[in-house]
Protein backbone atom coordinates (compact mmCIF):
# COMPACT_ATOMS: atom_id res chain seq x y z
CA UNK A 1 0.00 0.00 0.00
CA UNK A 2 1.16 3.47 -0.86
CA UNK A 3 1.36 5.69 1.98
CA UNK A 4 0.66 9.68 1.39
CA UNK A 5 4.37 11.89 1.77
CA UNK A 6 2.78 13.46 5.16
CA UNK A 7 2.13 9.65 6.83
CA UNK A 8 5.20 8.66 5.97
CA UNK A 9 7.25 11.39 7.61
CA UNK A 10 4.89 11.08 10.93
CA UNK A 11 5.37 7.29 10.69
CA UNK A 12 9.69 8.59 10.79
CA UNK A 13 8.93 10.58 13.64
CA UNK A 14 7.44 8.61 15.54
CA UNK A 15 9.81 5.97 15.24
CA UNK A 16 12.42 8.08 16.15
CA UNK A 17 10.71 8.45 19.43
CA UNK A 18 10.40 5.42 20.24
CA UNK A 19 13.62 4.20 20.94
CA UNK A 20 14.11 6.39 24.21
CA UNK A 21 11.03 4.99 25.80
CA UNK A 22 11.73 1.78 25.33
CA UNK A 23 14.68 2.12 26.94
CA UNK A 24 13.22 3.80 29.74
CA UNK A 25 10.42 0.79 29.50
CA UNK A 26 13.42 -1.70 28.89
CA UNK A 27 15.48 -0.50 32.33
CA UNK A 28 12.25 -0.64 34.50
CA UNK A 29 12.76 -4.52 33.90
CA UNK A 30 16.40 -4.56 33.60
CA UNK A 31 17.58 -7.18 34.50
CA UNK A 32 15.57 -9.88 33.26
CA UNK A 33 18.12 -12.49 33.13
CA UNK A 34 21.47 -13.08 34.62
CA UNK A 35 24.10 -10.95 33.95
CA UNK A 36 27.76 -11.46 33.53
CA UNK A 37 30.67 -9.69 34.92
CA UNK A 38 34.12 -10.05 33.45
CA UNK A 39 37.30 -10.18 35.66
CA UNK A 40 40.43 -9.86 33.85
CA UNK A 41 42.51 -11.77 36.86
CA UNK A 42 42.02 -14.93 38.50
CA UNK A 43 40.15 -15.60 41.30
CA UNK A 44 41.32 -14.86 44.46
CA UNK A 45 42.74 -11.59 43.12
CA UNK A 46 41.75 -8.05 44.10
CA UNK A 47 39.12 -7.55 41.11
CA UNK A 48 37.78 -10.69 41.79
CA UNK A 49 36.99 -10.63 45.24
CA UNK A 50 35.45 -7.53 45.38
CA UNK A 51 33.64 -8.42 41.90
CA UNK A 52 31.99 -11.19 44.16
CA UNK A 53 31.18 -8.88 46.87
CA UNK A 54 29.10 -6.60 44.81
CA UNK A 55 27.97 -8.86 42.34
CA UNK A 56 26.48 -10.85 45.35
CA UNK A 57 24.46 -7.35 46.80
CA UNK A 58 23.52 -7.04 42.82
CA UNK A 59 22.20 -10.02 42.83
CA UNK A 60 19.73 -10.01 46.02
CA UNK A 61 18.46 -6.18 44.89
CA UNK A 62 17.51 -6.97 41.69
CA UNK A 63 16.77 -9.90 41.78
CA UNK A 64 18.81 -12.22 39.25
CA UNK A 65 22.26 -13.65 39.50
CA UNK A 66 25.79 -11.53 38.65
CA UNK A 67 27.82 -14.35 37.22
CA UNK A 68 31.10 -13.87 37.86
CA UNK A 69 33.37 -15.00 34.76
CA UNK A 70 37.23 -14.62 35.35
CA UNK A 71 39.26 -14.13 31.77
CA UNK A 72 42.84 -13.38 33.01
CA UNK A 73 45.62 -12.80 31.19
CA UNK A 74 47.60 -9.74 29.31
CA UNK A 75 47.14 -7.67 32.57
CA UNK A 76 43.26 -7.80 31.93
CA UNK A 77 43.43 -6.77 28.37
CA UNK A 78 41.88 -10.32 27.68
CA UNK A 79 39.00 -9.36 29.56
CA UNK A 80 38.31 -6.22 28.48
CA UNK A 81 38.50 -7.05 25.26
CA UNK A 82 36.23 -9.67 25.07
CA UNK A 83 33.62 -6.83 26.81
CA UNK A 84 33.71 -4.22 24.50
CA UNK A 85 32.83 -6.75 21.80
CA UNK A 86 29.55 -7.57 23.62
CA UNK A 87 26.05 -6.67 23.12
CA UNK A 88 25.85 -3.20 24.68
CA UNK A 89 22.24 -4.26 26.59
CA UNK A 90 23.52 -4.39 30.50
CA UNK A 91 24.20 -7.93 30.67
CA UNK A 92 27.95 -7.44 30.64
CA UNK A 93 30.01 -5.39 32.55
CA UNK A 94 33.24 -5.32 33.30
CA UNK A 95 35.11 -4.79 36.47
CA UNK A 96 38.00 -2.34 35.72
CA UNK A 97 40.09 0.35 36.49
CA UNK A 98 43.67 0.94 37.38
CA UNK A 99 44.82 -1.76 35.08
CA UNK A 100 43.09 -0.90 31.99
CA UNK A 101 44.17 2.85 32.74
CA UNK A 102 47.69 1.36 32.32
CA UNK A 103 47.39 -0.60 29.43
CA UNK A 104 45.55 2.12 27.53
CA UNK A 105 49.60 3.13 27.77
CA UNK A 106 51.56 -0.25 28.09
CA UNK A 107 50.34 -2.04 25.25
CA UNK A 108 50.24 -0.20 21.82
CA UNK A 109 48.99 -3.15 20.11
CA UNK A 110 45.08 -3.44 21.73
CA UNK A 111 42.49 -3.86 18.83
CA UNK A 112 39.91 -1.47 20.99
CA UNK A 113 40.58 2.09 23.11
CA UNK A 114 39.52 1.91 26.48
CA UNK A 115 38.11 5.18 26.89
CA UNK A 116 36.46 5.06 24.15
CA UNK A 117 34.85 1.56 23.93
CA UNK A 118 34.23 1.00 27.80
CA UNK A 119 31.46 3.56 29.50
CA UNK A 120 31.63 3.79 32.95
CA UNK A 121 29.37 2.57 35.17
CA UNK A 122 30.04 2.99 38.67
CA UNK A 123 33.40 3.18 41.17
CA UNK A 124 33.85 0.83 44.04
CA UNK A 125 36.74 2.07 45.76
CA UNK A 126 40.67 2.80 45.83
CA UNK A 127 43.15 0.76 47.75
CA UNK A 128 46.94 1.49 48.47
CA UNK A 129 49.99 -0.19 48.82
CA UNK A 130 52.81 -0.31 50.82
CA UNK A 131 56.36 -0.25 50.55
CA UNK A 132 58.04 -3.12 52.25
CA UNK A 133 61.76 -3.97 52.79
CA UNK A 134 63.53 -6.83 54.19
CA UNK A 135 64.45 -6.11 58.32
CA UNK A 136 68.03 -6.40 56.52
CA UNK A 137 67.89 -3.55 54.98
CA UNK A 138 69.32 -0.23 56.77
CA UNK A 139 67.03 1.94 55.89
CA UNK A 140 63.87 2.49 58.41
CA UNK A 141 62.05 5.70 56.78
CA UNK A 142 61.58 6.99 52.78
CA UNK A 143 64.31 9.58 53.27
CA UNK A 144 66.82 6.93 54.86
CA UNK A 145 65.95 4.42 52.16
CA UNK A 146 66.27 7.10 49.13
CA UNK A 147 69.46 8.20 50.66
CA UNK A 148 71.07 4.51 50.66
CA UNK A 149 69.47 3.87 47.39
CA UNK A 150 71.39 6.72 45.92
CA UNK A 151 74.43 5.65 47.64
CA UNK A 152 73.94 2.15 45.79
CA UNK A 153 72.49 3.00 42.26
CA UNK A 154 71.35 -0.22 40.84
CA UNK A 155 72.13 -2.50 43.58
CA UNK A 156 68.82 -2.41 44.93
CA UNK A 157 66.28 -4.95 44.08
CA UNK A 158 62.47 -3.94 43.99
CA UNK A 159 60.16 -6.94 43.52
CA UNK A 160 56.74 -6.71 41.96
CA UNK A 161 53.28 -8.82 40.79
CA UNK A 162 54.69 -7.92 37.41
CA UNK A 163 55.38 -5.77 34.74
CA UNK A 164 52.26 -2.80 34.92
CA UNK A 165 50.73 -4.61 37.43
CA UNK A 166 49.97 -2.13 40.62
CA UNK A 167 53.09 -2.67 42.60
CA UNK A 168 55.37 -2.25 40.03
CA UNK A 169 53.69 1.33 38.89
CA UNK A 170 53.85 2.26 42.58
CA UNK A 171 56.95 1.64 42.44
CA UNK A 172 58.09 3.28 38.93
CA UNK A 173 56.22 6.09 40.02
CA UNK A 174 58.58 6.55 43.55
CA UNK A 175 61.55 5.91 41.46
CA UNK A 176 60.15 8.81 39.11
CA UNK A 177 59.74 11.16 41.66
CA UNK A 178 62.17 10.05 44.58
CA UNK A 179 65.08 10.15 41.50
CA UNK A 180 66.95 6.80 42.23
CA UNK A 181 67.68 3.45 40.44
CA UNK A 182 66.04 0.20 41.47
CA UNK A 183 66.38 -2.63 39.91
CA UNK A 184 62.71 -4.19 38.83
CA UNK A 185 62.21 -8.00 39.29
CA UNK A 186 58.81 -9.05 38.11
CA UNK A 187 57.02 -11.90 39.52
CA UNK A 188 53.63 -13.57 38.52
CA UNK A 189 51.75 -12.49 41.19
CA UNK A 190 52.40 -10.63 44.52
CA UNK A 191 52.36 -13.76 46.43
CA UNK A 192 55.47 -15.35 44.91
CA UNK A 193 57.17 -11.46 45.00
CA UNK A 194 56.60 -10.79 48.57
CA UNK A 195 58.27 -15.10 49.18
CA UNK A 196 61.41 -14.02 47.76
CA UNK A 197 61.08 -10.26 49.99
CA UNK A 198 60.64 -12.55 53.14
CA UNK A 199 64.27 -14.69 52.25
CA UNK A 200 65.74 -11.68 51.29
CA UNK A 201 66.53 -12.59 47.66
CA UNK A 202 64.37 -9.25 46.94
CA UNK A 203 64.86 -6.27 49.17
CA UNK A 204 61.55 -4.00 48.52
CA UNK A 205 58.14 -4.07 46.91
CA UNK A 206 55.22 -2.12 46.53
CA UNK A 207 52.97 -4.42 48.11
CA UNK A 208 48.95 -4.54 47.77
CA UNK A 209 47.74 -3.97 51.54
CA UNK A 210 46.08 -7.44 52.40
CA UNK A 211 48.74 -9.78 51.91
CA UNK A 212 51.58 -7.66 53.58
CA UNK A 213 49.64 -6.50 56.40
CA UNK A 214 50.22 -9.95 58.49
CA UNK A 215 54.04 -9.83 57.54
CA UNK A 216 54.45 -5.91 59.06
CA UNK A 217 52.70 -6.61 62.16
CA UNK A 218 54.68 -10.06 62.56
CA UNK A 219 57.62 -7.98 62.20
CA UNK A 220 58.95 -10.18 59.30
CA UNK A 221 58.46 -6.99 56.96
CA UNK A 222 59.29 -3.10 57.48
CA UNK A 223 56.68 -1.03 56.19
CA UNK A 224 57.79 2.44 55.20
CA UNK A 225 55.08 4.09 53.44
CA UNK A 226 51.69 3.42 51.86
CA UNK A 227 51.06 4.93 48.67
CA UNK A 228 47.79 7.09 49.42
CA UNK A 229 47.55 10.71 49.46
CA UNK A 230 47.17 10.39 53.80
CA UNK A 231 47.93 7.64 56.69
CA UNK A 232 45.58 4.35 56.01
CA UNK A 233 43.59 3.26 59.35
CA UNK A 234 44.76 -0.08 59.36
CA UNK A 235 48.66 0.96 59.72
CA UNK A 236 47.81 4.41 61.34
CA UNK A 237 52.04 4.76 62.62
CA UNK A 238 53.49 4.56 58.94
CA UNK A 239 53.26 7.27 56.97
CA UNK A 240 52.06 8.11 53.54
CA UNK A 241 54.16 8.40 50.79
CA UNK A 242 53.21 12.34 50.07
CA UNK A 243 54.90 12.96 53.44
CA UNK A 244 58.42 13.16 51.95
CA UNK A 245 57.29 13.08 48.40
CA UNK A 246 54.27 15.88 48.00
CA UNK A 247 51.82 14.75 45.05
CA UNK A 248 53.26 10.88 45.09
CA UNK A 249 49.36 8.94 45.15
CA UNK A 250 49.33 5.51 43.63
CA UNK A 251 46.35 3.05 44.41
CA UNK A 252 44.44 0.29 42.81
CA UNK A 253 41.06 2.25 41.86
CA UNK A 254 37.89 -0.30 41.10
CA UNK A 255 34.72 -0.10 39.49
CA UNK A 256 32.57 -0.83 36.60
CA UNK A 257 32.38 -1.02 33.30
CA UNK A 258 30.36 -1.81 30.54
CA UNK A 259 30.42 -1.90 26.29
CA UNK A 260 30.17 1.45 24.80
CA UNK A 261 26.43 2.19 23.57
CA UNK A 262 24.85 0.46 26.47
CA UNK A 263 21.88 2.26 27.09
CA UNK A 264 21.96 4.97 30.19
CA UNK A 265 19.23 4.25 31.58
CA UNK A 266 20.31 0.94 32.44
CA UNK A 267 23.70 2.27 33.28
CA UNK A 268 22.18 4.50 35.93
CA UNK A 269 20.46 1.72 37.86
CA UNK A 270 23.38 -0.79 38.33
CA UNK A 271 25.25 3.03 39.38
CA UNK A 272 22.12 3.61 42.14
CA UNK A 273 22.36 -0.28 43.17
CA UNK A 274 26.10 -0.28 43.39
CA UNK A 275 25.96 3.06 44.96
CA UNK A 276 23.55 1.37 47.39
CA UNK A 277 26.10 -1.63 48.10
CA UNK A 278 28.92 1.10 48.89
CA UNK A 279 26.75 2.19 51.60
CA UNK A 280 25.65 -0.39 53.52
CA UNK A 281 27.83 -0.51 56.37
CA UNK A 282 28.26 -4.50 56.17
CA UNK A 283 29.56 -4.38 52.43
CA UNK A 284 31.57 -1.38 53.29
CA UNK A 285 33.23 -2.93 56.71
CA UNK A 286 34.30 -5.82 53.95
CA UNK A 287 35.32 -3.85 51.52
CA UNK A 288 37.76 -1.21 54.10
CA UNK A 289 39.13 -4.49 55.38
CA UNK A 290 40.38 -5.44 51.80
CA UNK A 291 42.17 -2.53 52.15
CA UNK A 292 39.62 -0.27 49.90
CA UNK A 293 38.00 3.32 50.45
CA UNK A 294 34.70 3.40 49.52
CA UNK A 295 34.14 5.90 45.99
CA UNK A 296 30.03 6.01 45.81
CA UNK A 297 29.32 8.48 42.69
CA UNK A 298 28.04 9.07 39.30
CA UNK A 299 29.16 7.47 35.98
CA UNK A 300 30.87 10.53 35.54
CA UNK A 301 32.70 10.84 38.65
CA UNK A 302 34.23 7.28 37.76
CA UNK A 303 34.67 8.54 34.19
CA UNK A 304 36.85 11.59 35.47
CA UNK A 305 38.90 8.82 37.71
CA UNK A 306 39.56 7.25 35.22
CA UNK A 307 40.63 9.68 33.22
CA UNK A 308 43.08 11.11 35.80
CA UNK A 309 44.06 7.52 35.70
CA UNK A 310 44.95 7.02 32.51
CA UNK A 311 46.88 10.25 32.12
CA UNK A 312 49.16 9.87 35.14
CA UNK A 313 50.51 6.37 34.46
CA UNK A 314 50.97 7.15 30.57
CA UNK A 315 53.52 9.40 32.33
CA UNK A 316 55.13 7.01 34.20
CA UNK A 317 54.68 4.32 31.61
CA UNK A 318 56.58 6.47 28.45
CA UNK A 319 58.91 8.09 31.56
CA UNK A 320 60.56 4.75 32.68
CA UNK A 321 60.02 3.09 28.98
CA UNK A 322 58.35 0.12 30.14
CA UNK A 323 57.80 -2.50 27.74
CA UNK A 324 54.85 -5.73 28.47
CA UNK A 325 56.22 -8.94 29.36
Known sequence: MNLPRRSILRLAAGAAVLPPFARVALALDYPTRPVRVVVGFAAGSAFDIMARLIGQWLAERLGQPFVVENRSGAAGSIATEAVTRARPDGYTLLVTGSPDAINATLYDNLSFKFVRDIV???????????MVVHPSLPAKTVPEFIAYAKAHPGKISMASAGVGSASHMS?????MMAGVNLVHVPYRGQAPALTDLLGGQVQVDFSTMPPAIAYIKAGKLRALAVTSPARFDALPEVPAMAEYLPGYEASLLTGLGAPRDTPAEIIAVINKATNGALADAKIKTQ??????TVLPG????FGALIAEETDKWAKVVKFANIKPE
Open 120 to 130: PVAAIGRAPNV
Open 298 to 301: SPSD
Open 171 to 175: GELFK
Open 287 to 292: LETLGN
